[in-house]
């Protein structure tokens, strides 16, 4: 589908980016294959808006996949990246800001011990490779619709922009590779009870997205997280809990604030990732004392990294959470609210059935369904094809939205009535469209 809004200078980009990388994108999704048209260069953001190299300004809900939390551009934010990055970029050596994060992810999670990283493939990558070395097993328990970046290990039945251009999972990865990993259904007790009782002594851990957001926005079932807790426990696994993208969002201490916190349990393990950062490449695993302790060098498990902990992302993640405070997630949370009332009012003006689903301030639409969806197979049965037209009709009325019905949208902190506004004008027409197609 082409779109109205005006791209000359976007789509000279995209020429010259397919020249010269594949897709054109360094990162699939963002190539707009799902939803067809031309993916927008972006030149400048600010806030909660983001100016293309046609000088269109659209409200932001993609926040950068996750990392944005208090908008773009927060003046504090570059203050202090600009102060850092003019102190030089990258010491090689341990660095005091590195120091400070680590100190900030602890005080605010159930870690005891936290390693950093640059990406949250990593984060899982390594995180798996601690819970195989720390158990001495193999085998891995992974929820289908639940994405933990492109780990070869974990691309089977994988969320994200797997699930978005219909990939099977991926060539390249041997079959042994993913033979140790087993694939159940999401929220589902008895397939994780089944799958213990046949193989408990072989797994390593159960990976989890702490809540899934990479199939668009599915909640864990009241009670599952600590279901796989202490089912873990039980068997001698460990839980890996992935919060790359609930982590300091939903609320200041990641999803963990919502159950375990509540609930007096802690996963063994924990990822990081997105807002940790602030817009840099900055990611984290981290969890008990007795298993992260194997990490080298003060254990045998190998795992490094030339640019992890970098003083100038370190510093953009460490001012990003010092400003992330109780109003701002207050905040997050309020417009989340006004957000999702005003799309479920227009879709259903327009008579689209839907389900907003959200966890936290993360929120996207089941379309064509009238009732919550719980698992990867549910979200699959929506009409994907409508959310291509309300999607081109939000773009042409200035809001970008994630090229995809399985994702998430973002909000920040520094969403406020003027977006309000620009949704509430841009929603009716794009309901309509979405009715219509
Ligand atoms: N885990 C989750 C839950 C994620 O959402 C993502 C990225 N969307 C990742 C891991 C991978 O992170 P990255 O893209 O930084 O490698």
Same mark, same amino acid.
């Given at each position: 589908?082409?779109?109205?809004?005006?791209?000359?200078?976007?789509?000279?980009?995209?020429?010259?980016?397919?020249?010269?990388?594949?897709?054109?994108?360094? *990162?699939? /999704?963002?190539?707009?294959?799902?939803? &067809?048209?031309?993916? +927008?260069?972006?030149?400048?953001?600010?806030?909660?808006?983001?100016?293309?190299?046609?000088?269109?300004?659209?409200?932001? %809900? /993609? &926040?950068?996949?996750?990392?944005?939390?208090?908008? =773009?551009?927060?003046?504090?934010?570059?203050? @202090?990246?600009?102060?850092? @990055?003019? +102190?030089?970029?990258?010491?090689?050596?341990? *660095?005091?800001?590195?120091?400070? !994060?680590?100190?900030?992810?602890?005080?605010?999670?159930?870690?005891?011990?936290?390693?950093?990283?640059?990406?949250?493939?990593?984060?899982?990558?390594?995180? $798996?490779? %601690?819970?195989?070395?720390?158990?001495?097993?193999?085998?891995?328990?992974?929820?289908?619709?639940?994405?933990?970046?492109?780990?070869? *290990?974990?691309?089977?039945?994988?969320?994200?922009?797997?699930?978005?251009?219909? !990939?099977?999972?991926?060539? &390249? $990865?041997?079959?042994?590779?993913?033979?140790?990993?087993?694939?159940?259904?999401? #929220?589902?007790?008895?397939?994780?009870?089944?799958?213990?009782?046949? =193989?408990?002594?072989?797994?390593?851990?159960?990976?989890?997205?702490?809540? @899934?957001? #990479?199939? &668009?926005?599915?909640?864990? %079932?009241?009670?599952? #997280?600590?279901? !796989?807790?202490?089912?873990?426990? @039980?068997?001698?696994?460990l839980l890996v809990s992935d919060e790359v993208m609930t982590g300091f969002r939903v609320t200041r201490s990641g999803h963990w604030g919502l159950d375990g916190a509540q609930e007096g349990w802690r996963p063994d393990l924990l990822t990081f990732g997105k807002v940790m950062g602030g817009g840099f490449p900055a990611a984290a695993f981290g969890g008990r004392a007795d298993v992260m302790a194997l990490l080298a060098p003060s254990g045998p498990v190998y795992q490094a990294g030339t640019l992890a902990g970098n003083p100038v992302a370190s510093t953009a993640g460490l001012t990003t959470l010092r400003l992330a405070d109780d109003a701002a997630y207050a905040r997050l949370d309020d417009w989340s609210a006004q957000a999702r009332a005003l799309v479920s009012s227009a879709l259903d003006d327009a008579g689209v059935p839907h389900v907003v689903q959200n966890v936290g301030s993360m929120f996207s639409v089941v379309w064509g369904l009238t009732e919550p969806v719980h698992d990867f197979a549910g979200v699959q049965r929506q009409e994907t094809h409508r959310y291509t037209a309300f999607f081109h009709a939000m773009l042409d009325a200035g809001v970008y939205l994630p090229p995809s019905a399985y994702e998430s949208w973002f909000v920040s902190a520094a969403h406020d009535d003027e977006a309000l506004t620009r949704m509430a004008e841009a929603l009716p027409a794009a309901a309509r469209a979405a009715a219509a197609a």
């Amino acid at each position: 589908m082409e779109t109205m809004s005006s791209t000359p200078q976007s789509q000279q980009w995209f020429d010259r980016a397919v020249q010269v990388s594949p897709g054109g994108v360094n *990162s699939p /999704v963002r190539a707009f294959r799902a939803v &067809g048209g031309t993916p +927008r260069f972006m030149t400048s953001a600010q806030g909660a808006w983001l100016h293309d190299a046609d000088g269109t300004r659209y409200l932001d %809900l /993609v &926040g950068s996949w996750g990392p944005m939390l208090l908008g =773009h551009a927060h003046p504090e934010v570059i203050a @202090a990246v600009t102060e850092a @990055a003019s +102190r030089g970029t990258s010491f090689g050596t341990p *660095s005091p800001p590195e120091v400070e !994060l680590a100190e900030e992810i602890v005080a605010r999670t159930p870690v005891d011990l936290v390693r950093m990283v640059t990406s949250g493939t990593e984060a899982t990558m390594s995180a $798996i490779r %601690l819970a195989r070395g720390f158990t001495g097993r193999t085998r891995v328990v992974k929820f289908a619709g639940c994405y933990h970046g492109h780990v070869d *290990s974990l691309l089977a039945e994988a969320g994200s922009g797997v699930v978005t251009l219909g !990939l099977p999972g991926s060539p &390249g $990865i041997p079959a042994h590779v993913t033979a140790d990993t087993i694939v159940l259904p999401y #929220n589902d007790r008895d397939a994780v009870t089944a799958a213990f009782a046949e =193989h408990g002594d072989e797994i390593a851990c159960v990976i989890t997205e702490a809540a @899934a957001g #990479n199939m &668009g926005v599915v909640s864990p %079932l009241p009670g599952f #997280n600590q279901f !796989l807790s202490e089912t873990c426990a @039980a068997h001698g696994a460990l839980l890996v809990s992935d919060e790359v993208m609930t982590g300091f969002r939903v609320t200041r201490s990641g999803h963990w604030g919502l159950d375990g916190a509540q609930e007096g349990w802690r996963p063994d393990l924990l990822t990081f990732g997105k807002v940790m950062g602030g817009g840099f490449p900055a990611a984290a695993f981290g969890g008990r004392a007795d298993v992260m302790a194997l990490l080298a060098p003060s254990g045998p498990v190998y795992q490094a990294g030339t640019l992890a902990g970098n003083p100038v992302a370190s510093t953009a993640g460490l001012t990003t959470l010092r400003l992330a405070d109780d109003a701002a997630y207050a905040r997050l949370d309020d417009w989340s609210a006004q957000a999702r009332a005003l799309v479920s009012s227009a879709l259903d003006d327009a008579g689209v059935p839907h389900v907003v689903q959200n966890v936290g301030s993360m929120f996207s639409v089941v379309w064509g369904l009238t009732e919550p969806v719980h698992d990867f197979a549910g979200v699959q049965r929506q009409e994907t094809h409508r959310y291509t037209a309300f999607f081109h009709a939000m773009l042409d009325a200035g809001v970008y939205l994630p090229p995809s019905a399985y994702e998430s949208w973002f909000v920040s902190a520094a969403h406020d009535d003027e977006a309000l506004t620009r949704m509430a004008e841009a929603l009716p027409a794009a309901a309509r469209a979405a009715a219509a197609a």
